[in-house]
Nanobody, 124 residues
Framework: QVQLVESGGGSVQAGGSLRLSCAAS????????MGWFRQAPGKEREFVAA?????????YADSVKGRFTISRDNSKNAAVYLQMNNLTPEDTAVYSC????????????????WGQGTQVTVSA
């Protein structure tokens, strides 16, 4: 089982950057693709980005392509990161780290568990 704890959220102005981190515990971390989702107030949770077990494949939502970058550390640190640049107010949401059902399954429907999330607020 993989436990997920997010950090790095905060408040920034439009055009700014944030880097989210997700610390993963559990010996099987490297067995799964990982991802990020977000949920804005009054909206459904939406897929943001995903990365395969070894980092060789990534997938992004159209709304964040070219601005966000997902990466992972499979060393003893066992973490997933989301670098977010050129943020806009539309990026305001709670961002959650997620685990896929398999090593290379990156489709939004492949994710089966989520962390508690970290708040990101972007002001105009």
């Amino acid at each position: 089982q993989v436990q997920l704890v997010e950090s790095g959220g905060g408040s920034v102005q439009a055009g700014g950057s944030l880097r989210l981190s997700c610390a993963a515990s559990g010996r099987t971390f490297t067995s799964y693709a990982m991802g990020w989702f977000r949920q804005a107030p009054g909206k459904e949770r939406e897929f943001v980005a995903a990365i395969s077990w070894g980092g060789g494949s990534t997938r992004y939502a159209d709304s964040v392509k070219g601005r966000f970058t997902i990466s992972r550390d499979n060393s003893k640190n066992a973490a997933v990161y989301l670098q977010m640049n050129n943020l806009t107010p539309e990026d305001t949401a709670v961002y959650s780290c997620a685990r896929s059902r398999a090593p290379i399954d990156l489709a939004p429907g492949d994710f089966v568990s989520w962390g508690q999330g970290t708040q990101v607020t972007v002001s105009a």
